[in-house]
């Protein structure tokens, strides 16, 4: 405790910036688990004699799960505590994702499907938790004004995750199949799942590393406690805030247009733009790295904008600004006649959509300060409304070879969610 901190004075980089890497360690690992399905879908559809649409329905079953437990497990995150939540779930998310692969050597028909639907339903439960437990702990490790900083890089480090999956996992099906590719990709997690155990905290306080200046330091910024037990009145307080339902609907809008670009850019510069699947699987990388570089680079300007503008404008206005430039990128895609302008637009796009990232976060962490778990977990609710109502719409459309009509929706997603911005106010106290 406090004790074993003071035994240790500071050396070297503060304890807290570990943590934080840590979590940008977990963000990478967890996007590259879930992009796995969309990079391996190419191999998976004549192999198992799987449709578009049944590909569709694998990533729907992921989304479902993941969506609709995010406050659930933002509340199991409060009460676990994240030291043990994360491990937890991580292993829980390996198992899935081994899952998934070995299936079809047990089984065949439809049960093999029932199978493979409900091994995305267990990924989506087990990473469920994991953005509200991350957000809880910035909110615990780090001071306010860092907050949109770190949920950008945060991003940055998912979306790098994202765009290692399509190349590597690629390389992998073509020298070994994709069942193989799968397993081994899925193992190395287990490794960072130790070490997060043995070295992660829940609070400073509890680390025997952080020194007492560093401690201090955080404990001067510290508004409120967490309250682990989360009461009912929290938990409605929580759900009945006006600003937290504000950013919660437009986050669902946003995520309509970011799961358009995540899980289908790959088939589509495959389908519609016709490159081959290596070179579908390099350039499929370049709109998450986009993403990652929009997301870092949203961090700082959120950081920006709320020290010179306040925090209700600072929040505001990348949103505002970049949501629609996403959605007329979305159409410059559509719109081109070279494969690669195409590909240069969904990276543009993908890049103004993650600038968004830090502002979500951080607002709802402003907003709800002590409940920032289970607020967190109302908003991904939301975002992953988005995926579950977007992905058998875009799967439909694309299955019918109508992706122009599925670019427009998403320039109407973005539009609308930007729109939204306007009625957020993240200087009204919190969400309790």
């Not at 503008?309 to 006649?337: D, E, K, M």
Request: include cysteine; aromatic fraction near 12%.
């Amino acid at each position: 405790m406090i004790v074993a901190a003071m035994e240790h004075p500071r050396q070297g980089p503060r304890i807290r910036w570990r943590i934080f890497s840590m979590l940008v360690t977990a963000a990478a690992i967890l996007y590259f688990q879930q992009r796995s399905v969309t990079v391996a879908a190419e191999r998976i559809m004549p192999e198992l004699s799987l449709s578009q649409m049944q590909i569709g329905w694998l990533q729907w079953a992921f989304v479902l799960s993941y969506g609709f437990l995010q406050f659930p497990g933002g509340v199991f995150g409060q009460r676990l505590g994240a030291r043990r939540a994360l491990a937890v779930t991580g292993l829980l998310a390996v198992l899935a994702c081994v899952a998934l692969p070995l299936a079809p050597t047990l089984l065949n028909g439809t049960w093999l499907f029932i199978a493979l639907f409900m091994s995305q339903l267990l990924l989506g439960v087990a990473q469920a938790p994991f953005y509200p437990i991350c957000a809880g702990t910035m909110e615990r490790w780090l001071p306010p004004n860092r907050w949109a900083l770190a949920q950008g890089i945060h991003t940055f480090g998912a979306q790098v995750g994202a765009a290692l999956a399509p190349p590597v996992l690629v390389l992998l099906i073509q020298g070994f199949g994709w069942q193989r590719a799968l397993v081994w990709s899925a193992l190395p997690a287990l490794g960072f799942i130790a070490l997060w155990f043995w070295y992660g905290r829940d609070t400073p306080s509890e680390h025997a590393r952080v020194s007492v200046e560093e401690l201090e330091e955080l404990q001067q910024e510290r508004a409120a406690t967490t309250d682990t037990r989360i009461s009912f009145a929290r938990v409605t307080g929580i759900l009945l805030n006006r600003n937290v339902l504000m950013v919660t609907l437009s986050y669902a809008a946003m995520n309509y247009t970011y799961y358009l670009l995540s899980n289908w850019s790959f088939l589509y510069l495959i389908q519609e733009q016709h490159f081959t699947v290596l070179e579908g699987g390099w350039m499929a990388s370049l709109p998450p790295l986009g993403a990652a570089l929009g997301a870092g680079l949203g961090g700082v300007l959120t950081e920006v904008f709320c020290r010179r503008l306040g925090v209700r404008w600072g929040y505001r206005l990348t949103p505002v600004v970049s949501l629609p430039l996403a959605g007329l990128f979305l159409l410059g895609a559509i719109s081109v006649s070279s494969p690669y302008a195409a590909v240069a637009c969904l990276v543009l796009s993908f890049s103004c959509v993650e600038l968004t990232e830090a502002s979500y976060w951080a607002a709802t962490m402003r907003i709800a300060k002590a409940d920032t778990m289970a607020a967190t977990g109302v908003l991904n609710t939301g975002g992953n409304l988005g995926g579950i109502v977007g992905i058998p719409i875009v799967a439909y459309l694309s299955g019918h070879q109508a992706w122009n009509l599925a670019f427009i929706t998403g320039l109407g997603f973005a539009v609308v969610a930007a729109l939204l911005w306007l009625r957020v106010q993240t200087d009204t106290g919190s969400a309790a």
